[in-house]
């Protein structure tokens, strides 16, 4: 299994950006997905998340903002990113939910499979 992220980049803020992840070796179709973030010096910590039912979570601070969807016939997930903010700058990871993870998206641990992270960069 391999995911491959993309899309990241150089932006000024208000701008946007869309961010893909293909995945190879798993069908997205019945498969969580998510994507996380890692700012210099700080945690990882959750984005947005497809769930196994097809379900979306959105990190609170960022609904409205962000938006995860799904490509099947691409096997590819995607997150569109607008008006960013500096604070929006990071490591942006994409990650398949593992069949252990049960009902938990919101933790890293919940999945076995990650992309290689595509930096983005908001200018202030």
């Known amino acids: 299994v391999q995911l491959q992220a993309s899309g990241g980049g150089l932006v000024e803020i208000g701008g946007s950006l869309r961010l893909s992840c293909v995945v190879s070796g798993r069908t997205l179709t019945g498969s969580g997905t998510g994507w996380f973030r890692q700012a210099p010096g700080q945690e990882q910590e959750f984005v947005a998340a497809i769930k196994r039912d097809d379900s979306i979570l959105v990190k609170d601070f960022l609904k409205g903002r962000f938006t995860i969807s799904r490509d099947d016939a691409k096997n590819t997930v995607y997150l569109q990113m607008d008006s960013l903010l500096p604070e929006d700058t990071a490591v942006y990871y994409c990650?398949?939910?593992?069949?252990?993870?049960?009902?938990?998206?919101?933790?890293?641990?919940?999945?076995?499979?990650w992309g290689q992270g595509t930096l983005v960069t908001v200018s202030s």
């Open positions: 990650a398949l939910h593992a069949e252990s993870g049960g009902s938990y998206y919101y933790t890293p641990l919940a999945y076995d499979y």
